[in-house]
């Protein structure tokens, strides 16, 4: 029985060396042909049948990879209708985009045999999954979606409640350019706390490289300013229990 299954992986993920080599030695296993493709930011396709070539990749800034892609499959001649697998894992775009999150991580597995195609997904799951960091469940909330979707709830709940006249208007009734500032004053400060957000928790973070020394540049930054919030706390508190 043809069996084709698809899967979005929607956990945050740490893409190392091993993590890499696992993969290779997963789907060198199951399937003849594999190719595997790594494009960086400067538009540059690095191409390959060997990871080792992609680890080895200096990944500097400048050209640092965003996007792998895993392909393999067992009639070189026919790819697309060929038992094989598909896995690509896309790390989140730079600039204001970065907080909306568009990161994304693909599994498309064909197989003739049922039993196969779900075994091959299990074992890449898994593997993805050992790449999970602790931050995820930081990495996956936008706090410009959630406190965005809390503010235009309670926007529309009150301009509700006073057109059905239960709350009665005021000669101080905010106007139209002062409520449009409001608004637009919200969703830049909560834009600002996404994008640092982002920053420090990044959804994908390919290890390779140079790209290490990112992570540890980021791991120094969270401790700098969590310390920093915490000391603030801590001298706010001991501040208020001796006057």
Known sequence: ?????????????????????????????????????ANCIDGSILETDN?????????????????IVFEAQNDSSNWSSSEGITLEIKSQSDGLSRIFNDASVNLDVRSKSDEKAVFVVQEIRDILKEMKPGYNLLARTSIFEVF?????????IITAVRFVDLIPFHTGTISLSSAV?????????????????????PMILFHIGRQKRKLKRIIFWRK??????????LISFLANKLS
């Open 148 to 156: 965005g979707l809390i503010w235009v709830i309670y926007c529309v």
């Open 1 to 37: 029985m043809k069996t084709k299954i698809d899967r979005k992986i929607k956990h945050s993920m740490i893409v190392d060396e091993d993590g890499l080599r696992t993969i290779q030695n997963v789907i060198s296993k199951q399937y003849k042909h594999t190719e595997f493709t």
């Open 181 to 201: 500032a409001l608004n637009v004053t919200v969703a830049v400060v909560l834009g600002s706390f996404d994008y640092v957000r982002a920053l420090l928790f």
């Open 51 to 67: 990871i080792e070539e992609i680890i080895n990749f200096n990944n500097p800034d400048f050209r640092r990879i965003t996007e």
């Open 224 to 233: 700098l300013i969590f310390g920093s919030i915490g000391l603030a706390f």
